[in-house]
């Protein structure tokens, strides 16, 4: 008989030396305000009218070139910190693309130019949430992870309460001011209102907006964005706590709000049990669930038992459904499963 193979670890950590360079790139862009949108671009001047302006050319979507206005001619302070910003753009282009070869999670342009309108926009500082795989993804990077995920054409967004805005601003159009083409998703009943834009064609990027609410799917009027939310079970939960970290996704590093991810974890474990009519979704939900506890556990030293006291009960038993499964891709996690299975335990 063959011996058996050796279990497979959910994840390995990256070297120090990368773990640092991803932090100063994280802080460098948290520290820059407001990042500029699509490529970093190049300075042109004009002066075909009589008078001199300066205008920055970038690409905002693969293909289709934009130019804004920076200033008149002469107005070196401008200038210089526009000539500034897009060096710093051009740095930070190249340290993702290099963290992405060493193994981080990058998203793709199109999610880039979704954040960073988002971020610009003040949706993140005012209450706005990353949530799904983009989130998992983020805390992939900010606990200096190596593992899978898998790429998403999804960007999950959510608000616990109303956000606090300057004033209300219209969802779509910020959508829409991406200039990716995004277009309203028909709502489940005829005439419903949307909750979700789509960029047009079959496989285009989804931008889903959701809320807490005890009924899966019932819509929720977002005032502020003069939108429409789909509730998720035991979002109040999850929303809790939120986290600032970053996101890496195209040629940006995207300051944005997550959830925490003991709490991220109990809500992964809880989707994965629900979706029954969607299997894959399940595996990916219980897969990220387990490397980001076998992760805590083990590197970062959280206590999964004691995240476990205000876990609603309804989570804690559908990750007891899961247990079987979590035993088997926690094989190679021992101390990890054993607190796992002491929180689900906890509170019976």
């Given at each position: 008989m063959s011996p058996a193979l050796?279990?497979?670890?959910?994840?390995?950590?990256?070297?120090?030396?990368?773990?640092?360079?991803?932090?100063?790139?994280?802080?460098?862009?948290?520290?820059e305000g407001r990042l500029l949108p699509g490529t970093p671009g190049t300075l042109s001047l004009r002066t075909g009218t009589g008078h001199g302006?300066?205008?920055?050319r970038y690409y905002a979507v693969a293909g289709r070139q934009s130019e804004d206005l920076v200033c008149k001619d002469g107005d070196s302070a401008a200038l210089e910190a526009m000539r500034g910003?897009?060096?710093?753009?051009?740095?930070?282009?190249?340290?993702?693309?290099?963290?992405?070869?060493?193994?981080?999670?990058?998203?793709?342009?199109?999610?880039?130019?979704?954040?960073?309108?988002?971020?610009?926009?003040?949706?993140?500082?005012?209450?706005l949430m990353l949530v799904g795989t983009l989130a998992y993804m983020a805390w992939?990077?900010?606990?200096?992870?190596?593992?899978?995920?898998?790429?998403?054409?999804?960007?999950?967004?959510?608000?616990?309460?109303?956000?606090?805005?300057a004033a209300s601003l219209s969802f779509l159009q910020t959508m829409q001011?991406?200039?990716?083409?995004?277009?309203?998703?028909?709502g489940l009943a005829p005439g419903a209102p949307s909750t979700s834009v789509k960029r047009k064609g079959q496989d285009g990027l989804r931008v889903d907006m959701l809320t807490p609410g005890p009924q899966l799917g019932r819509l929720v009027v977002l005032p502020e964005l003069q939108w429409h939310a789909q509730a998720v079970p035991h979002f109040d939960y999850l929303l809790r706590e939120p986290r600032r970290t970053s996101l890496l996704a195209?040629?940006?590093?995207?300051?944005?709000?997550?959830?925490?991810?003991?709490?991220?974890?109990?809500?992964?474990?809880?989707?994965?049990?629900?979706?029954?009519?969607?299997?894959?979704?399940?595996?990916?939900?219980l897969l990220q669930a387990a490397t980001l506890a076998a992760a805590l556990v083990e590197d970062d030293h959280v206590n999964i038992v004691e995240s476990a006291a205000d876990v609603p009960a309804q989570l804690r038993n559908?990750?007891?459904?899961?247990?079987p499964a979590l035993r088997k891709l926690l094989v190679a996690h021992p101390q990890a499963l054993e607190e796992v299975e002491r929180a689900v335990a906890a509170g019976t």
């Open positions: 050796p279990a497979r670890a959910l994840y390995a950590r990256h070297e120090l030396a990368f773990r640092t360079q991803y932090a100063e790139l994280a802080e460098r862009s948290r520290n302006y300066w205008y920055r910003r897009i060096e710093f753009a051009a740095w930070a282009e190249r340290q993702v693309r290099a963290l992405r070869q060493l193994g981080f999670q990058v998203a793709d342009k199109d999610v880039a130019r979704v954040l960073v309108e988002l971020s610009n926009r003040g949706l993140f500082d005012g209450g992939l990077n900010e606990l200096g992870l190596r593992a899978v995920a898998s790429r998403t054409q999804d960007v999950d967004l959510a608000r616990r309460q109303a956000l606090k805005l001011a991406t200039q990716l083409e995004f277009v309203p998703v028909p195209g040629g940006h590093c995207i300051s944005v709000a997550v959830p925490a991810p003991q709490r991220l974890v109990w809500h992964k474990l809880y989707s994965s049990a629900n979706r029954r009519h969607d299997l894959a979704k399940a595996d990916k939900d559908a990750a007891r459904r899961r247990l």
